[in-house]
């Protein structure tokens, strides 16, 4: 059974950096692709970055420059640095394993971990 825990989320404030952790367990993180979503209040879960097998790295385009997805393959869990934070990153931040489809649908991710809360305040 595929169990992911996400960590590190927290309130912050704008300017500050994190690191989310996303620790599995039921899959090697180095044998599928995994995903960060994320869901702030009141809208939609959106995709925020994906780390193919071959680690390969995808981005949404709000996010580029200022996250960077790893992961370690010994610990078997994947990261999110988040830097340079702002306001519009107040969200709460999923992990997902790759099932198929696009990388950038929440249909496309069959496990879920069950969260962890970002918020930023100006």
């Known amino acids: 059974q595929v169990r992911l825990v996400e960590s590190g989320g927290g309130l912050v404030q704008a300017g500050d950096s994190l690191r989310l952790s996303c620790a599995a367990s039921?899959?090697?993180?180095?044998?599928?692709?995994m995903g960060w979503f994320r869901q702030a209040p009141g809208k939609e879960r959106e995709f925020v970055s994906t780390?193919?097998?071959?680690?390969?790295?995808y981005y949404a385009d709000s996010v580029k420059g200022r996250f960077t997805i790893s992961r370690d393959n010994a610990k078997n869990t994947i990261y999110l640095q988040i830097n340079s934070l702002k306001p519009e990153d107040t969200a709460v931040y999923y992990c997902a394993a790759y099932r198929g489809g696009s990388y950038y649908s929440t249909n496309a991710y069959g496990s879920w971990g069950q969260g962890t809360q970002v918020t930023v305040s100006s």
């Open positions: 780390i193919r097998r071959n680690s390969d790295t």
């Open positions: 039921g899959l090697a993180v180095n044998s599928v692709t």
